[in-house]
């Protein structure tokens, strides 16, 4: 049998394959997740967390799914707000490393195990790219969020500005690899900045976004367009 992992591949994997791909890849790097989060970013992922808790603009007592959950960063952020929430992630591991408190379920997040219109918010931090259909997702949440209820999710970008975005290539395609292959999975973090090619125009998301019901969504760049959040509130 061959070692090579289903994420150590030369092109982007599609469909089934990714799936099997982000959840194995996932359950490998979930023990040192956090700490690696936080010497790449240099804890800026910190502060886009809680820039997203923030937009999310809910009161204090709402119920919040944070859906492709890792190991729980949101769901601390939220509890700290005031707010209830759930963690759902695909990856078993992650959910293991999951230190939050809030229920967890492992679950594929285009096919949430919740009623119609029975959330107040739905979060996502940094997983839009790992998604297989993100229209099929997008229409998820518009049915999970009761109106007037909220989203929130992050994920990574590429910066406008020529300069940012040429150091931004070399720092993530040259040197979290080798951050990662020191640290915890080579193959891993080759995978996660390429990952960014899979998200389509910022538009074609807000485009999407307004057509399963959120038709105020509004798209930021953060921290220089190293990462982006978009918001709406459920008509």
């Known amino acids: 049998m061959s070692n090579t992992r289903s994420w150590d591949t030369e092109h982007l994997p599609e469909g089934e394959a990714k799936v099997a791909a982000v959840r194995d890849m996932f359950d490998a790097i ?16 910190v502060r886009w967390r809680k820039r997203a808790v923030r937009d999310l603009a809910l009161p204090a007592g709402s119920n919040v799914l944070d859906l492709a959950s890792g190991t729980g960063d949101l769901c601390i952020d939220l509890r700290k707000a005031g707010m209830s929430s ?9 959910l293991s490393a999951d230190r939050s408190g809030s229920p967890r379920v492992q679950t594929d997040i285009l096919r949430l195990p919740v009623p119609d219109g ?3 918010g739905v979060m996502c931090g940094f997983a839009l790219r790992n998604l297989v ?17 909220r ?4 994920d990574v970008s590429v910066p406008k ?7 931004n290539g070399i720092y993530f395609g ?31 998301m807000v485009s999407a976004l ?19 959040l978009m918001v709406g509130t459920r008509a």
């Not at 979930?30 to 992922?45: C, G, W």
């Not at 759930?86 to 992650?94: K, P, T, Y």
């Not at 997702?137 to 999970?144: A, C, I, P, T």
């Not at 307004?210 to 982006?228: K, M, N, P, R």
Request: charge should be neutral.
């Open 133 to 149: 259909d993100l229209p099929t997702f997008f229409n998820e949440l518009g049915r999970v969020v009761r109106p007037g209820g």
């Open 30 to 45: 979930a023990p040192k997740y956090d700490r690696l989060n936080r010497i790449i970013s240099f804890r800026l992922d």
């Open 151 to 154: 989203i929130a999710l992050l």
């Open 174 to 204: 040259k040197i979290v690899p080798k951050i990662g292959a020191a640290l915890s999975d080579g193959p891993a973090y080759a995978y996660l900045p390429k990952s960014v090619a899979y998200l389509p125009l910022p538009a074609v």
């Open 118 to 120: 029975s959330v107040d």
């Open 210 to 228: 307004q057509d399963a019901g959120f038709a105020d969504a509004e798209h930021t760049q953060l921290s220089g367009g190293l990462t982006q």
């Open 86 to 94: 759930v963690s759902m992630d695909l990856s078993f591991g992650m």
């Open 161 to 167: 500005n020529r300069v940012v975005r040429w150091g």
